[in-house]
Protein backbone atom coordinates (compact mmCIF):
# COMPACT_ATOMS: atom_id res chain seq x y z
CA UNK A 1 0.00 0.00 0.00
CA UNK A 2 2.65 2.47 0.93
CA UNK A 3 4.43 1.39 -2.65
CA UNK A 4 0.86 2.60 -4.09
CA UNK A 5 0.66 5.90 -2.46
CA UNK A 6 4.18 6.81 -3.15
CA UNK A 7 4.04 5.82 -6.78
CA UNK A 8 0.55 8.24 -6.84
CA UNK A 9 2.79 11.30 -4.93
CA UNK A 10 5.60 10.69 -7.67
CA UNK A 11 3.08 10.76 -10.58
CA UNK A 12 1.58 14.03 -9.55
CA UNK A 13 4.67 15.72 -8.48
CA UNK A 14 5.97 14.87 -11.90
CA UNK A 15 2.83 16.20 -13.97
CA UNK A 16 2.97 19.68 -12.32
CA UNK A 17 6.33 19.91 -13.24
CA UNK A 18 5.52 19.45 -17.08
CA UNK A 19 2.71 21.84 -16.25
CA UNK A 20 5.72 24.50 -15.29
CA UNK A 21 7.56 24.05 -17.96
CA UNK A 22 4.91 24.32 -20.32
CA UNK A 23 3.79 27.56 -18.59
CA UNK A 24 7.44 28.90 -18.71
CA UNK A 25 7.70 28.26 -22.75
CA UNK A 26 4.68 29.82 -23.41
CA UNK A 27 6.43 33.11 -21.45
CA UNK A 28 9.87 32.85 -23.44
CA UNK A 29 10.47 34.72 -26.76
CA UNK A 30 10.13 33.52 -30.26
CA UNK A 31 12.17 34.06 -33.05
CA UNK A 32 10.33 34.63 -36.45
CA UNK A 33 11.46 35.02 -39.25
CA UNK A 34 10.74 36.72 -42.81
CA UNK A 35 12.65 34.02 -44.52
CA UNK A 36 14.63 31.31 -43.06
CA UNK A 37 16.83 30.72 -46.37
CA UNK A 38 18.86 33.11 -49.03
CA UNK A 39 19.84 32.09 -52.46
CA UNK A 40 22.59 33.69 -53.93
CA UNK A 41 22.25 32.67 -57.29
CA UNK A 42 24.82 32.37 -59.49
CA UNK A 43 28.12 34.70 -59.23
CA UNK A 44 31.51 34.70 -60.35
CA UNK A 45 34.60 33.96 -58.17
CA UNK A 46 36.41 37.02 -58.39
CA UNK A 47 33.50 38.56 -56.58
CA UNK A 48 33.40 35.80 -54.18
CA UNK A 49 32.07 37.75 -50.93
CA UNK A 50 28.71 38.00 -50.58
CA UNK A 51 26.10 38.97 -48.23
CA UNK A 52 22.77 38.81 -46.68
CA UNK A 53 21.08 39.80 -43.86
CA UNK A 54 18.18 38.22 -42.53
CA UNK A 55 15.24 40.15 -40.35
CA UNK A 56 13.33 38.40 -37.38
CA UNK A 57 10.36 39.66 -35.00
CA UNK A 58 9.93 38.45 -31.45
CA UNK A 59 6.91 37.44 -31.00
CA UNK A 60 6.73 36.30 -27.92
CA UNK A 61 6.50 37.63 -24.47
CA UNK A 62 10.21 38.79 -22.97
CA UNK A 63 12.83 39.93 -24.65
CA UNK A 64 14.79 37.36 -26.36
CA UNK A 65 18.43 37.26 -26.02
CA UNK A 66 20.93 35.46 -28.77
CA UNK A 67 24.17 33.40 -27.42
CA UNK A 68 25.84 32.41 -30.25
CA UNK A 69 25.27 32.09 -34.02
CA UNK A 70 27.62 29.21 -35.11
CA UNK A 71 27.73 28.49 -39.15
CA UNK A 72 28.64 24.85 -40.22
CA UNK A 73 31.96 26.32 -42.37
CA UNK A 74 34.60 28.69 -41.84
CA UNK A 75 33.73 30.16 -44.90
CA UNK A 76 30.33 31.80 -43.75
CA UNK A 77 30.44 34.50 -40.88
CA UNK A 78 27.32 35.39 -38.77
CA UNK A 79 26.95 38.77 -36.97
CA UNK A 80 24.22 38.79 -35.24
CA UNK A 81 22.15 41.59 -32.95
CA UNK A 82 23.84 41.42 -29.51
CA UNK A 83 21.30 43.36 -27.47
CA UNK A 84 18.30 41.82 -25.86
CA UNK A 85 15.10 42.05 -28.49
CA UNK A 86 11.82 43.52 -27.04
CA UNK A 87 8.94 41.58 -27.53
CA UNK A 88 7.41 42.85 -30.96
CA UNK A 89 11.03 44.41 -31.89
CA UNK A 90 12.92 43.23 -34.76
CA UNK A 91 16.71 41.47 -34.81
CA UNK A 92 18.94 41.21 -37.75
CA UNK A 93 21.61 38.35 -38.23
CA UNK A 94 24.02 39.34 -41.39
CA UNK A 95 25.93 36.45 -43.16
CA UNK A 96 28.45 36.85 -45.09
CA UNK A 97 29.56 33.97 -47.52
CA UNK A 98 33.65 33.88 -48.29
CA UNK A 99 34.45 32.22 -51.64
CA UNK A 100 37.66 33.50 -52.53
CA UNK A 101 40.23 30.72 -52.74
CA UNK A 102 37.31 27.86 -52.63
CA UNK A 103 36.19 25.59 -55.54
CA UNK A 104 33.83 26.97 -57.69
CA UNK A 105 30.34 24.83 -57.72
CA UNK A 106 27.03 25.05 -55.34
CA UNK A 107 27.00 25.14 -51.76
CA UNK A 108 24.58 25.00 -49.05
CA UNK A 109 25.57 26.18 -45.49
CA UNK A 110 23.41 26.43 -42.39
CA UNK A 111 23.26 28.77 -39.18
CA UNK A 112 22.75 27.63 -36.32
CA UNK A 113 21.55 29.61 -33.17
CA UNK A 114 20.98 29.28 -29.83
CA UNK A 115 19.17 31.54 -27.72
CA UNK A 116 16.73 31.89 -24.66
CA UNK A 117 13.62 31.63 -26.64
CA UNK A 118 11.47 29.04 -27.75
CA UNK A 119 12.36 26.49 -30.21
CA UNK A 120 16.08 26.70 -29.45
CA UNK A 121 18.59 26.24 -31.65
CA UNK A 122 16.55 27.81 -35.02
CA UNK A 123 18.12 27.35 -37.95
CA UNK A 124 18.61 29.73 -41.31
CA UNK A 125 20.67 28.51 -44.51
CA UNK A 126 22.36 30.31 -47.61
CA UNK A 127 22.83 28.87 -50.72
CA UNK A 128 24.25 29.74 -54.51
CA UNK A 129 26.50 28.98 -56.95
CA UNK A 130 29.79 30.05 -57.47
CA UNK A 131 30.94 30.16 -61.33
CA UNK A 132 35.13 29.88 -61.37
CA UNK A 133 37.30 31.71 -63.82
CA UNK A 134 37.81 28.94 -66.09
CA UNK A 135 36.03 28.70 -69.63
CA UNK A 136 33.71 25.73 -69.23
CA UNK A 137 34.52 22.63 -70.67
CA UNK A 138 32.61 22.56 -74.05
CA UNK A 139 34.21 26.32 -74.58
CA UNK A 140 37.35 24.20 -74.17
CA UNK A 141 36.78 21.64 -75.97
CA UNK A 142 35.38 23.95 -79.25
CA UNK A 143 38.49 25.56 -79.08
CA UNK A 144 40.76 22.15 -79.05
CA UNK A 145 38.82 21.61 -82.19
CA UNK A 146 39.58 24.72 -84.17
CA UNK A 147 43.17 24.63 -83.18
CA UNK A 148 43.66 21.46 -84.54
CA UNK A 149 41.55 21.65 -87.79
CA UNK A 150 44.58 24.50 -88.54
Do not use: W
Amino acid sequence: MKKLIVLAVMSCLTLTGFAQEEVKDRNKGEMKFEHTRHDFGTFAQDTAVVTHEFVFTNVGKTALIIHSANASCGCTVPEYTLEPIAPGKQGRIKITYNGKGRRPGVFRKSITIHHNGKQTPTRIYIEGEMIGDELPIKEVALMNDSTMAE
